[in-house]
């Protein structure tokens, strides 16, 4: 029986030639939102610019790239009516200093709590959720995918430019989500128990009301019966969104490494990864876990494919999986090709590229 996966993607709303965010998230969730025929869901995001779209939960890589793609579909046909573009970014080219959260008392109870980090907040991620039995599993899934967050991350980094400048970083997003109170790798948990009683003991301390505003990169979700993986800058392409879900699930069902050299990574030194992965990507060297030492990106890359391995080869994966990860390797990932674009056509060839 296939484990099942499902993907939530953060779009934002750009003005064609400023690539500032406009709020008009509303007219777009009224158009294409409420009871989708596709199974999924599109509901609005923190800023008024913002937008999510989830998908129905799948038993597939295809019927998540379907179910992505078919919404990017409506939501660029849609952007392109109303003179905007719909961009699948971690961040957006630029942002206006005076944005508001979007009128919901949830966004404006986080709000309140992070005086003036909320004004920068202006983030876009990819969500992936798999499918586990009860919350032991995914205390235990949590704990696996720890090791390789930074890699996951460099592949996927998509998050270069922060106010009209390049930040000298591929995800400027997982640099903003530092500031948060929690974030980054979580520690690693003995079990569900001990996930939840120390989850609770941060409830109230800083800006965390609730389990909801716990900020690391991997938690076990606290709405649905899966562990949520949210390392990912929101991406291009919903192809490449979907490899990506494919490959967490690979490496939540794949046995861990025999030795258990990966689980004994020191937090600190994961934490360092990670932001090591945020400026880097795949452009230097990245945390190997299977030593903790730094390797070519490359070969750290082949690494992450045959950890997953098994659980590539259970769901039909493998070829889907390597074919991507080969072609950012080839290409670049997003924060790479952001860049080529700019550098080829000025913001008129940025925006043709995040469209």
């Known amino acids: 029986m296939r484990t099942t996966i499902g993907a939530e993607e953060e779009f934002v709303l750009l003005d064609p030639l400023t690539l500032t965010p406009v709020d008009r998230a509303a007219e777009a969730i009224a158009a294409l939102g409420g009871r989708r025929e596709d199974g999924g869901a599109v509901t609005p995001e923190f800023f008024p610019s913002q937008l999510e779209y989830a998908t129905r939960v799948c038993r597939t890589a295809a019927d998540v790239s379907g179910a992505l793609e078919g919404f990017r579909a409506e939501l660029r ?49 990819l969500h992936v959720h798999v499918g586990v039995d009860d919350r032991e599993q995914a205390v235990v899934a949590l704990n696996r995918l720890r090791p390789w967050l930074p890699a996951l991350l460099a592949l996927s ?39 939840d009683r120390r989850a609770a003991a941060l409830s109230g301390v800083g800006g965390t009301s609730d389990a909801g505003t716990l900020n690391w990169v991997v938690r076990p979700s606290e709405r649905f019966p899966t562990v949520e993986v949210r390392v990912f800058d929101a991406q291009l392409d919903g192809a490449t969104s979907a490899a990506f879900a494919a490959l967490v699930r690979g490496l939540v069902v794949s046995p861990p490494d025999d030795d258990g050299r990966e689980a004994a990574l020191a937090p600190e ?14 452009g230097g060297d990245l945390l190997d876990p299977r030593d903790g030492g730094l390797r070519p990106a490359p070969e750290v890359a082949a690494a992450l494919l045959a950890a997953a391995g098994p659980g590539l080869a259970e769901h039909g994966d493998t070829e889907l999986v390597r074919d991507t990860v080969a072609r950012v390797l080839t290409d670049g990932n997003g924060a790479t090709r952001q860049r080529r674009a700019l550098a080829r056509g000025g913001t008129a060839g940025l925006a043709a590229r995040i469209s």
Request: no cysteine; net charge negative; glycine share 8%.
């Open 77 to 125: 046909e849609w952007a392109a009516s109303a003179g905007l573009l719909a961009a699948g970014v971690g961040l957006p080219y630029r942002t206006a200093r005076d944005a508001r959260v979007t009128d919901q008392d949830r966004y404006r109870d986080i709000a309140s709590r992070f005086g003036l980090v909320v004004p920068d907040h202006q983030l876009n991620g």
């Open 157 to 195: 980094a998509n998050s270069p430019f922060w106010q009209g400048a390049d930040t000298g970083f591929d995800s400027w997003r997982a640099i903003h989500s530092r500031r948060w109170t929690t974030h980054g790798v979580p520690p690693a948990f003995a079990d569900a128990a001990d996930y």
């Open 269 to 282: 030194l994961l934490d360092a990864a990670h932001w090591h992965a945020a400026r880097d990507g795949l």
